[in-house]
T-cell receptor, first 109, second 114 residues
Framework: GIQVEQSPPDLILQEGANSTLRCNFSDSVNNLQWFHQNPWGQLINLFY???GTKQNGRLSATTVATERYSLLYISSSQTTDSGVYFCAVGSGTASKLTFGTGTRLQVTL | DAGVIQSPRHEVTEMGQEVTLRCKPI?????LFWYRQTMMRGLELLIY????????DSGMPEDRFSAKMPNASFSTLKIQPSEPRDSAVYFC????????????FGPGTRLLVL
């Protein structure tokens, strides 16, 4: 199956700093989603982005499908951005997603 | 919209007991997914349904696990008999097959088997 690697595994930022999270995948995909799991365990869908670039407020994401990677940008980070960020990918006609191991982000004051 | 609803939110049981987890997907969604999250294995897909039909159950760990979707608005995941290694957070998610396939997750059920 598809392998998904995320980096860095852990990240500590001061409030206001910017960051870039990376997701590499081992095969062609037609489905790529970014999720945020908050400290209470809730998984929130951030982006559906199998290719191209999208922005939502302070967050933006870019997927370069031909080079098999995606990037999630967080600008002007806030303490509420803390949690784990997951990249998940899928291919073919199936709806299933394979999740990466996540990047754990801690934003401090 | 109420989002994906799961019950119970927490379950503590003793080894050997039957456990039933419940999920109500978002109205209009026709794909439903059951995931398990543990520290050791991360988030792993157990089974998913399209239009109430199980499509891929290759992630179901063993015969002690079973899942059903009797109608478009309800699914169950059953563990019988439960074992301590089944302790995990179980998530249900739903999406609209044929569209962007964005998956929306429920709050999860935290299961502890003693």
């Amino acid at each position: 199956g598809i392998q998904v690697e995320q980096s860095p595994p852990d990240l500590i930022l001061q409030e206001g700093a910017n960051s870039t999270l990376r997701c590499n995948f081992s095969d062609s995909v037609n489905n790529l989603q970014w999720f945020h799991q908050n400290p209470w365990g809730q998984l929130i869908n951030l982006f559906y982005i199998p290719s191209g670039t999208k922005q939502n407020g302070r967050l933006s994401a870019t997927t370069v499908a031909t080079e098999r990677y995606s990037l999630l940008y967080i600008s002007s980070s806030q303490t509420t951005d803390s949690g784990v960020y997951f990249c998940a990918v899928g291919s073919g006609t199936a709806s299933k997603l394979t999740f990466g191991t996540g990047t754990r982000l801690q934003v401090t004051l | 919209d109420a989002g994906v609803i799961q019950s119970p939110r927490h379950e503590v049981t003793e080894m050997g007991q039957e456990v039933t987890l419940r999920c109500k997907p978002i109205s209009g969604h026709n794909s439903l997914f059951w995931y398990r999250q543990t520290m050791m294995r991360g988030l792993e897909l157990l089974i998913y349904f399209n239009n109430n039909v199980p499509i891929d159950d290759s992630g179901m760990p063993e015969d002690r696990f079973s899942a059903k979707m009797p109608n478009a608005s309800f699914s169950t995941l059953k563990i019988q008999p439960s074992e301590p290694r089944d302790s995990a957070v179980y998530f249900c998610a739903s999406s609209f097959q044929g569209g962007r396939k964005t998956q929306y997750f429920g709050p999860g059920t935290r299961l502890l088997v003693l």
